[in-house]
């Protein structure tokens, strides 16, 4: 059991000899407790064991994020990461990208959890970026939705400058024609970013499950799609489809700098570049 296991499952695994014929209680004087009915004390114990590892829980989450906080801050000092860039030092571009959330259907509960930590991702990258740009997370439903009402719900103070969650879908966001779905699968390559395109992302984890389905998606719309030029920069020893955070990031990069190769070199990782 390790310190991300949830407190009921700690209680349940932590406590098996607790007895309430020698329990200590919080609220109460022991020969208090002792006059109540033997249910009743049960209840009691119960409860009060269950706050007191829920507490014992948040307190040990808190100090991770502390901890956290503080190596970030040295590695700071150390020159290692740079320090946070605050929303005021950052320029706006008028570059638009959509992450489609359509595929709630197609993905497993992991892959689900997997999407919406991709998403969170892209957040914190167009949030940090030196040229941010206007995100939008369309088509927002299903488990991905109760996801971001439960347990991302922090996702309620994100800045909407960086990012904009909808249920809407983009046909009914933006013209047909500046759309461009971007899609490893279209024998189209995009050279370059044209800022009154809106450039769509699949969001998809499907590990090569349903190959051409984002492609087959936007033929059926009529509207353009193109793939990103990876194979004319970079050399690669596995299949040119990159995650959703990955592509997001590629995109950001090329906005700040337009160099194809330098965005895919920082992104793709070394192991899936060929020597
Ligand atoms: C994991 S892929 C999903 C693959 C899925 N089978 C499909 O039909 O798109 C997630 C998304 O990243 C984007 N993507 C991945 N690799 C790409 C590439 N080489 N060029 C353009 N877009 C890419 C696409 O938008 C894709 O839908």
Redesign the pocket.
Known sequence: MDDSTPPQQQQQERTPGLSVDTYEPKEMSRAEFQLLPRKQQKRIMKQEMWDRRADEFKEKQRQKNRDGRRRRKERVREGEVPPRRKAEDQIRTNHRFVI?MDFDDKMDDREIKSMCAQVQRCYAANRQAARYVDLHITQLHGRCRQRFDSALAQHSGWSPEHVKLDDKEYPDLFPAEDLV??????PNVIESLDESKVY???????K?????????KAEKQGIAH???P?GQYVQMSTR?????N??FEMLLRFVDVPDWKAAFLDVIPARKLEN
Not at 240 to 244: E, L
């Open positions: 489609d779905y971007l899609t490893a699968d279209s769509i992302i699949g969001g998809l984890v499907d090569n499950r349903y190959p051409r389905l984002t492609l087959d193109a793939q990103l990876i040119k489809i990159m995650t959703v990955q592509i």
